[in-house]
């Protein structure tokens, strides 16, 4: 019975993942085309995918990708865009006390933005168990992996992505996401204050950190109107 | 099929730092005990950083952008996920075509 509930909250996860899929399939494609035309080989492309499994840095990756590859700059300019995961990890791992503490760091190689996303998700409305989780990120993964090698072999016969809009999926899933999380007038001020951050910093610093300093002046804004409200009362 | 070793290593160098970042969170949470006030700063977290994420295409990259991201949220209250993405991808694509800057 225990093994029949848990596929039953496996197909769940796949539930709630295969939109994304959709939306990756695409992304992926383009990444491996891209990747095929920077000099990277279908077995590093897939390789990339499969050990790094992170598409906001690969792509990034790529944008400064030099031949011979400079592994110290590519490995910094990784850990600079990921930094976000941790503050996912941090928040993600308070809601996990279905998973033994082997399972929880299992969990985290695969906490991608969107399996992060839709895990948070499910997390505030159901308990989030590790078979729900697994049908969120396996097929997901699989998934990536198999579109960016599709896209290093099919290579230059991708036509541009941006001319039928495909590279705002991403976004747009993003959006929707951001909408389920809203909760209110506090929601507004932590919304108000990353976006203004990270537009901001955007324009001021080359580079992702406008996704750190989004991200802090979201909490840095909640903080702070918690404490008036504490002043107040 | 090759496999250059500049290559792998800058695979291994990005797959080490992707893997710390997304462990260390949980390590972290570990020796922080969670108060009123860490609790108020996690549940912030997600809808911050999606934010942080969005907030460049969705502001100033361009008129077309800005109404697909409207749009989106727009059709976010009534469309589920994928309709709400496809309204999005629709309506930024039509803006790109219609719209010359």
Redesign the interface.
């Known amino acids: 019975m225990k093994s029949a509930r848990a596929f039953e909250d496996f197909l769940g996860g796949v539930r709630a993942i295969a939109?994304?899929i959709?939306?990756v399939v695409p992304i992926g494609l383009v990444f491996g085309a891209v990747a095929a035309t920077k000099g990277?080989?279908?077995?590093?492309v897939g390789?990339?995918s499969a050990?790094?499994?992170?598409g906001g840095?690969?792509f990034v990756?790529l944008d400064i990708w030099t031949n011979?590859?400079?592994?110290?700059a590519?490995?910094?300019s990784?850990?600079l865009v990921?930094?976000?995961?941790?503050?996912?990890?941090?928040?993600?791992?308070?809601k996990m006390p279905a998973f033994s503490a082997p399972a929880?760091?299992a969990a985290?190689?695969l906490?991608a933005?969107e399996i992060w996303?839709m895990a948070?998700v499910r997390a505030s409305d159901a308990r989030l168990t590790p078979a729900w989780y697994a049908g969120l990120a396996v097929p997901f993964y699989l998934v990536w992996v198999l579109a960016s090698l599709a896209g290093s072999i099919a290579g230059a016969f991708l036509g541009d992505p941006?001319?039928?809009?495909?590279d705002?999926?991403f976004?747009?899933?993003?959006?929707?996401?951001?909408?389920?999380?809203?909760k209110g007038r506090e929601?507004g001020t932590?919304?108000a204050?990353?976006?203004a951050?990270?537009?901001l910093t955007?324009?001021l610093l080359p580079g992702v950190w406008?996704?750190?300093?989004?991200?802090a002046?979201?909490?840095a804004?909640?903080?702070l109107t918690?404490q008036r409200r504490e002043a107040c009362a | 099929m090759t496999l250059d070793p500049n290559t792998l290593l800058a695979i291994l160098a990005m797959a080490a730092a992707t893997v710390l970042t997304r462990v260390s969170g949980l390590v972290l949470i570990h020796f922080v005990t969670i108060g009123a006030n860490q609790k108020r700063a996690l549940e912030a977290i997600p809808p911050a950083v999606l934010m942080a994420v969005i907030a460049p295409t969705a502001l100033v990259t361009g008129p077309a952008e800005t109404l697909a991201a409207l749009a989106t949220a727009l059709a976010a209250m009534r469309l589920p996920l994928l309709a709400a993405v496809a309204t999005g991808v629709l309506v930024v694509a039509v803006g790109r075509a219609v719209i010359r800057v």
């Not at chain 1, 990277?40 to 590093?44: A, G, I, R, T, V």
């Not at chain 1, 990921?82 to 308070?94: D, E, K, V, Y």
Request: avoid cysteine; aromatic fraction near 10%.
């Open positions: 939109p994304l959709v939306a990277l080989s279908s077995l590093e390789l990339m050990l790094v499994f992170a840095s690969q990756a011979p590859a400079a592994w110290a590519l490995g910094f990784a850990l990921n930094i976000r995961h941790l503050l996912m990890s941090a928040s993600i791992g308070t929880k760091y985290m190689l906490l933005d996303a948070e941006k001319a039928i809009g495909l705002f999926a976004p747009a899933v993003f959006i929707v996401l951001v909408m389920g999380f809203w929601t932590v919304l204050a990353s976006a951050a990270a537009v955007q324009q406008y996704i750190a300093a989004g991200a002046a979201g909490v804004a909640t903080l918690g």
